[in-house]
C-alpha cells in the first residue's frame, strides 16, 4: 500500500519539492537575505508585484516581443530555407552569410542593433528575430533535402511543374523538420527576448531582471525567473502541440526529424 | 492500332571508375510497339534495363538516341497520356487514400468536385471503397498498390505504365491482384505496358512478352500468349502451354552465362 503510493511520480516530485522548499526556508532565514532570499519571501513578493500590475505588463511587453520576432522569424526562415534546399544556386550564394551568422553569438550583434534601431521595442524584436530565425532556416533546408527523391520523381512523371512540386511535395514533405524549427527557435527566441530586454529595454521581464538585481532584491528576482520558467515551459509546449497536429500521418515523424 | 512505338532507343550511362568516368551501354537499338488494349510485358534478367527502357517511355529520363511516340505523336519528359505505378509505390504519406489519387487529377487542374468524383469511382474499383479516408500507413502494401493503381488510372491514361508493381509484396498478395489487375485492365479497357522479373507473372497478364537481354540489351524475343481470357476463371498454370512458355522464357532470360550463374548462385 505505502509502496504504490511512494512510487507514484506526482507524490515522489511533491515530496521532494517540499524537501528543498523547507531546507531553503530554514537556510534563508538564517542568512542575509540578498544572498538567498526565502520561498515566502518569493511569494510575498510575487503577490506584490502581481497585484501593482507590474509582473503582468511586463509579461505582456515580452510575449509581444517574442510573439512579433518568432513571427518575423517563421515568415523569414521558411522560405528561404524552402529556397535554399530547392535551389543549389540559392543555396551557394547564401550559405555564406546564413553560416557565418549563425556561428557568432547573435548576442555580439547587440551593439550594431542599438546603433541601427536604438533602444526600444524595434531592437528587441530584432534581436528574437536574429535568434530564431537560423534554427528554422537551417531546419527547413534540411526538410526538403530530406523530402524523398521517390515523391519528387511520382509527382515529376504525373506532371508537376515546380510550384506544385513545392506546394504539394517538398512543403508537406518538411513539415516535421519546419515544426522540430519552430520547437527549437521558440526556446531561442526567449533567450533572445531577455537578453535584449537586459541590454536595451526599459520594459519586459529582462528590464524587470535588470532592475531588480541592481537593487539586491532578491526575492524579485526569483519571482521574475519563476515566470520565465513558466513561459518558457508555455510557449514551448505549445509549439509541441502544433508539431503533433500537423505530423499525424506519421506516427514516428517527430522522433524522426532532429 | 498502334498506342506506343519505341524505335531505336538506346541509353548509356555514366558510371565512375578508378581512373575516371566511363560510359557503359545499357540499351542499343530498342524498337518496341504496343497496340491499343494490349498488355505487353517487359522481361529479362536483373540489370538487363528493363526499367531503364520503361523510365525512358515514361519521360523520366532521356534517350540517348532514338524516339517514342504515343499514338503517332513523338513524345519527351512527362504528359498526361502516360501514366505510371512504381514498385516502391510512393503514395504521398500526409495525404488519405482519395486525396492520393486525386493527386494526378490536380497537376491536371481538373476542378475539385470532378476530381473526387473520379477519385471515388477509381478507388471503388480497386476494391477500397471502405478504406476512402485511410493514410497510407494503416493500409498493407497490397491495398497500398491498388491506391497506386488508381491513382494511375484516375488521370485516364492512353497507356498505363507499371514498373514491378507487385515486386515488393508478398508472394500470396502478388498472385491474388494479378488476378484483380486483369479484372481491372478488362473493365477500363486500359493499355498496359509492364515490367517484371517475374516470368509467371508476365504469362498470367500479358498478350505479347518483350524479352530484354544482352549486353547492351535490345530486344531478343517476342512471344505471344494466346490463353483466352478472362483468366481467372480458369487455372491457366496447369495448362501444358503454360510450361512450354515458361521454359521458353527462362531459356530466354538466362542465355548469357553470367546471368543463369548469378540467377542459381
Same mark, same amino acid.
Not at chain 1, 502581481?50 to 522560405?79: N, Q, R, T, Y
Not at chain 1, 549563425?102 to 524584436?125: E, K, M, N, S
Not at chain 2, 501514366?83 to 504521398?92: G, K
Given at each position: 500500500m505505502s509502496g504504490t503510493f511512494l512510487r507514484n511520480p506526482w507524490?515522489?516530485?511533491?515530496?521532494?519539492?517540499?524537501?528543498?522548499?523547507?531546507?531553503?526556508?530554514?537556510?534563508?532565514?538564517?542568512?542575509?537575505?540578498?544572498?538567498?532570499?526565502?520561498?515566502?519571501?518569493?511569494?510575498?513578493?510575487?503577490?506584490?508585484?502581481?497585484?501593482?500590475?507590474?509582473?503582468?505588463?511586463?509579461?505582456?511587453?515580452?510575449?509581444?516581443?517574442?510573439?512579433?520576432?518568432?513571427?518575423?522569424?517563421?515568415?523569414?526562415?521558411?522560405?528561404?530555407?524552402?529556397?535554399?534546399?530547392?535551389?543549389?544556386?540559392?543555396?551557394?550564394l547564401l550559405d555564406p552569410y546564413v553560416n557565418a551568422l549563425?556561428?557568432?553569438?547573435?548576442?555580439?550583434?547587440?551593439?550594431?542593433?542599438?546603433?541601427?534601431?536604438?533602444?526600444?521595442?524595434?531592437?528587441?524584436?530584432a534581436v528574437v528575430f536574429g535568434t530564431s530565425v537560423f534554427p528554422i532556416l537551417i531546419s527547413t533546408e534540411a526538410g526538403v533535402k530530406s523530402v524523398s527523391a521517390n515523391l519528387i520523381e511520382t509527382a515529376r512523371s504525373f506532371g508537376a511543374r515546380e510550384y506544385d512540386m513545392v506546394r504539394k511535395?517538398?512543403?508537406?514533405?518538411?513539415?516535421?523538420?519546419?515544426?522540430?524549427?519552430?520547437?527549437?527557435?521558440?526556446?531561442?527566441?526567449?533567450?533572445?527576448?531577455?537578453?535584449?530586454?537586459m541590454f536595451l529595454g526599459i520594459s519586459g521581464m529582462g528590464f524587470m531582471l535588470v532592475n531588480y538585481g541592481n537593487q539586491f532584491a532578491t526575492d524579485y528576482v526569483f519571482v521574475v525567473v519563476l515566470a520565465l520558467a513558466a513561459l518558457g515551459v508555455t510557449l514551448t509546449s505549445a509549439v509541441r502541440q502544433f508539431e503533433k497536429r500537423f505530423s499525424h500521418w506519421r506516427s514516428d515523424a517527430i522522433s524522426r526529424a532532429p | 492500332m498502334t498506342r506506343l512505338r519505341v524505335s531505336s532507343i538506346s541509353k548509356q550511362y555514366r558510371v565512375r571508375t578508378p581512373t575516371g568516368a566511363n560510359t557503359v551501354d545499357i540499351l542499343r537499338d530498342v524498337n518496341l510497339t504496343v497496340g491499343e488494349n494490349e498488355f505487353v510485358s517487359i522481361v529479362g534478367a536483373s540489370g538487363s534495363g528493363k526499367t531503364t527502357l520503361l523510365r525512358i517511355v515514361a519521360g523520366?529520363?532521356?534517350?540517348?538516341?532514338?524516339?517514342?511516340?504515343?499514338?503517332?505523336?513523338?513524345?519527351? *519528359?512527362?504528359?498526361? /497520356? &502516360? !501514366?505510371?505505378? $512504381?514498385?516502391?509505390?510512393?503514395? +504521398?504519406?500526409?495525404?488519405?487514400?482519395?486525396?492520393?489519387?486525386?493527386?494526378?487529377?490536380?497537376?491536371?487542374?481538373?476542378?475539385? *468536385?470532378?476530381?473526387? /468524383? &473520379? !477519385?471515388?469511382? $477509381?478507388?471503388?474499383?480497386?476494391? +477500397?471503397?471502405k478504406h476512402l479516408h485511410a493514410y497510407p500507413h494503416e493500409l498493407s502494401g497490397g491495398m497500398q498498390q491498388r491506391v497506386g493503381i488508381a491513382r494511375a488510372l484516375a488521370t485516364d491514361p492512353a497507356i498505363l505504365l507499371m514498373d514491378e508493381p507487385f515486386g515488393s509484396l508478398d508472394a500470396q498478395t502478388a498472385e491474388f491482384l494479378w488476378e484483380e489487375l486483369s479484372r481491372i485492365v478488362a473493365e477500363t479497357r486500359k493499355t498496359v505496358l509492364f515490367v517484371t522479373h517475374h516470368i509467371d507473372e508476365a504469362i498470367y497478364l500479358s498478350d505479347r512478352i518483350v524479352v530484354l537481354g544482352g549486353t547492351p540489351a535490345g530486344v531478343r524475343e517476342i512471344i505471344d500468349v494466346d490463353f483466352e481470357r478472362p483468366r481467372w476463371t480458369y487455372d491457366v498454370r496447369a495448362k501444358p502451354r503454360f510450361s512450354e512458355l515458361r521454359a521458353r522464357l527462362r531459356e530466354q532470360i538466362f542465355q548469357s552465362s553470367g546471368a543463369r550463374q548469378e540467377a542459381e548462385a
Open positions: 507524490v515522489l516530485r511533491f515530496l521532494s519539492l517540499a524537501f528543498v522548499l523547507s531546507l531553503w526556508q530554514y537556510a534563508g532565514s538564517r542568512m542575509n537575505p540578498i544572498f538567498l532570499s526565502t520561498p515566502t519571501a518569493i511569494f510575498e513578493a510575487g503577490m506584490k508585484v502581481i497585484g501593482s500590475g507590474e509582473l503582468p505588463w511586463a509579461l505582456l511587453v515580452s510575449l509581444g516581443v517574442v510573439f512579433s520576432g518568432f513571427s518575423l522569424a517563421i515568415i523569414v526562415g521558411v522560405p528561404l530555407g524552402l529556397l535554399m534546399g530547392r535551389s543549389r544556386i540559392a543555396e551557394y549563425y556561428v557568432v553569438p547573435r548576442i555580439a550583434l547587440i551593439p550594431l542593433i542599438i546603433i541601427w534601431l536604438g533602444l526600444g521595442i524595434p531592437a528587441q524584436i511535395i517538398i512543403l508537406p514533405g518538411s513539415v516535421p523538420f519546419i515544426m522540430s524549427g519552430l520547437r527549437l527557435g521558440i526556446g531561442q527566441a526567449i533567450i533572445g527576448m531577455i537578453v535584449a530586454q | 523520366l529520363i532521356e534517350a540517348d538516341g532514338g524516339s517514342v511516340e504515343i499514338e503517332g505523336q513523338p513524345v519527351s *519528359g512527362p504528359g498526361p /497520356e &502516360r !501514366a505510371m505505378v $512504381f514498385q516502391s509505390i510512393n503514395l +504521398l504519406p500526409w495525404r488519405n487514400v482519395l486525396d492520393n489519387v486525386e493527386f494526378g487529377l490536380e497537376m491536371r487542374n481538373i476542378p475539385a *468536385g470532378e476530381r473526387r /468524383e &473520379r !477519385a471515388l469511382h $477509381f478507388v471503388n474499383l480497386v476494391g +477500397l471503397g
